[in-house]
């Protein structure tokens, strides 16, 4: 990314989830770009550290932690660490998800329903208790739903169930996390990463893909984080609990 970019987020602390690569690595970049303190995390030191340095090669103040979302010593973790370094969490952007299943849901294992609630859905909430004592006045909360929240095609559905619970997440606690703390949510269209390479590495798939959006192309990466740095900002100072969709004009909602 060698655009200049404002620093709306000059002074701030924001931990992306599950940003080492991908649409979390985007936004986690573009906050940093735009003067964030960014906290980055995944399940693989490696590919922490990898992130680390490809962030600090940029210029951008990063610290780099190894958290599985799952797992509530890594969360706690990752809030303690950020605490200790920065002092507070101004931007929470909660980004991991797993989709272990292209099973119809009715023949979806237990453990498998369970992964999906608990990876995409519960460790959500789980990280932001610990996270909202240290909160600021003014601070933001951004989950990344999908695309498939409004549309659950039949190879995705529980994911995509999944993802339409954030929805109704982000409406809840907008409620329950206000007036300090606004709470908003990204869906991202189709976006070329290793999380959907079944879609976009077979040419008849991503061309139909493609073609199903207005504006004939898939989505970015840089697409995801600037919409997400939209919403963290204070030029959303008057937006919460809303889902922004980013998917190229892809069929949503009214
Ligand atoms: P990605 O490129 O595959 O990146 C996934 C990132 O998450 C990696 O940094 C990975 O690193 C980390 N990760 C995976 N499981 C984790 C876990 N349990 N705990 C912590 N970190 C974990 O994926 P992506 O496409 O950017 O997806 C990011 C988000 O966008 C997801 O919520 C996804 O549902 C949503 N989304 C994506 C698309 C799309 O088309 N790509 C569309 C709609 C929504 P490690 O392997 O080191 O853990």
């Not at 980004?95 to 453990?111: F, G, Q, R, Y």
């Not at 070329?192 to 990466?221: C, M, Q, W, Y």
């Amino acid at each position: 990314m060698s655009k200049q970019f404002g620093k709306r987020f000059q002074g701030k602390v924001a931990i992306v989830t599950a940003s080492t690569q991908g649409i979390g690595f985007g936004i986690a970049e573009r906050l940093g770009l735009e003067g964030a303190s960014v906290v980055i995390s995944s399940r693989k030191q490696s590919n922490v550290d990898e992130a680390v340095e490809k962030l600090k090669a940029k210029g951008i103040e990063v610290l780099g932690l190894v958290c599985h979302v799952s797992n509530a010593q890594h969360r706690k973790n990752l809030v303690d660490k950020t605490v200790q370094k920065y002092g507070k969490i101004d931007v929470v952007v909660s980004n991991a998800a797993a989709n272990p299943s292209v099973d119809p849901i009715l023949e979806t294992k237990d453990s498998v329903l369970d992964k999906l609630w608990d990876i995409n859905v519960k460790t959500a909430i789980l990280l932001l208790k610990d996270a909202s004592p240290h909160l600021t006045k003014g601070s933001s909360v951004i989950f990344i739903s999908s695309i498939s929240a409004y549309i659950p095609h039949s190879s995705m559905a529980m994911y995509a169930v999944t993802k339409t619970a954030l929805l109704g997440l982000t409406k809840a606690l907008a409620t329950e996390m206000a007036p300090d703390t606004r709470v908003n949510c990204v869906a991202p269209g189709f976006v070329p990463t290793h999380f959907a390479d079944f879609i976009t590495s077979n040419d008849d798939v991503r061309k139909t893909v493609e073609d199903n959006t207005l504006l004939k192309r898939l989505g970015t990466t840089a697409d995801m984080a600037a919409a997400t740095a939209f919403l963290a900002s204070d030029d959303a100072s008057y937006i919460t609990g809303e889902t922004l969709v980013v998917a190229g004009g892809m069929p949503s909602r009214l």
